[in-house]
């Protein structure tokens, strides 16, 4: 069974480096994992994806040049290492999972989200 717990948003000023942390349960090599945000009033968005056995990586263009995702070496934790937070990042971010193979195709598992706010 999969389980995904994120931790580490917060409220932060623009500008800002933020870390967010998912650990994750019943992931296995053949997954993707990645995150999507959600700003009040807008749809789900793609953040980045990684592919948890050989680290392949995707990003948005809105965050490619100021977001990093990575997972641990012991692949139990999703990162997103946030630089540069814009005030237009303001969401609720979700840790995603799926056995898939295209690191932009619909994710099955879902988090429950972490509130990030970027103050002007």
């Known amino acids: 069974q999969v389980q995904l717990v994120e931790s580490g948003g917060g409220l932060v000023q623009t500008g800002a480096s933020l870390r967010l942390s998912c650990a994750a349960s019943?992931?296995?090599?053949?997954?993707?994992m990645g995150w999507f945000r959600q700003a009040p009033g807008k749809e789900r968005e793609f953040v980045a994806a990684?592919?948890?056995?050989?680290?392949?990586?995707a990003y948005s263009d809105v965050v490619k040049d100021r977001f990093t995702i990575a997972r641990n070496n012991a692949k139990t934790t999703l990162y997103l290492h946030m630089n540069s937070l814009k005030p237009e990042d303001t969401a609720v971010y979700y840790c995603v999972a799926e056995a898939a193979s295209g690191l932009r195709a619909p994710y099955r598992y879902w988090g429950q989200g972490t509130q990030v706010t970027v103050s002007s």
């Open positions: 990684i592919s948890w056995a050989v680290g392949v990586t």
């Open positions: 019943g992931i296995f090599d053949g997954y993707n």
